[in-house]
């Protein structure tokens, strides 16, 4: 069983990219935003929970959101592997989930960072929002998000840059493109859906450092 976590700055294609490597890869992909919605949904005693802050524009509690995610983590389709997707974003976050794996003797087996320059992801957020017409997303709004993902996953991504699963990938170009590194980088051959060279890695020093 393999285990994965993908992350990204806004504007990355992170979700993109995560819907691509589960289906190549042949895993599940766990999107915190997908639990939030599912338990809400379903109004479970977490969703009614979650609900109350989302509804107020406030982030959802650590406790709220580890328990749904520990709760996702139970079901039978992830005995093969997961792909998660938003989730852990605080160093807090990684302890509840090493714990979480580790009750099952698993860990985390890779962790893809997208990365990408500020200044590109701006323009290409403020190209995306006149597009779509959304002027509340503006480029305050969108150097805020920035700067919340910064200040939230720099000591995540450091935290599993120490323990040498991290591989960092380039998030500009065309989707095909920006695919394409990211099976380079965790070695998948073709488009065989198995995780069995995940671990292997890059070859010699060529695993990213921070």
Known sequence: MKRTLII??????????AGRISE???VVAISTGDIFRSNV????T????????????DFVPDNVTNKMVRDRLSETDVEDGFLLDGYPRTTAQVDYLDQVLAENDE?????????ADDEELISRLLGRA??????????????????????????????YAERGILTQVDGIGNIDQVTHRVMEAL??????PTLQTVLEGPPGNSRAQL
Do not use: F, W
């Not at 949904?41 to 479970?44: C, D, G, S």
């Not at 860990?107 to 990365?115: C, G, I």
């Open 24 to 26: 190549r890869l042949g």
């Open 187 to 192: 070695k998948v051959p073709g488009a065989t």
């Open 130 to 159: 006149t597009e779509a017409g959304r002027s509340d997303d503006n480029e305050a709004v969108i150097r805020h998000r920035l700067h919340l993902y910064h200040q939230q996953t720099e000591a995540v991504v450091a935290k």
């Open 46 to 57: 977490l969703g009614v929970e979650a609900k109350k802050y989302m509804d107020a524009g």
């Open 107 to 115: 860990k985390l087996d890779v962790v893809l960072q997208l990365t």
């Open 8 to 17: 990204g700055p806004p504007g990355s294609g992170k979700g993109t990219q």
């Open 41 to 44: 949904k379903n109004e479970t």
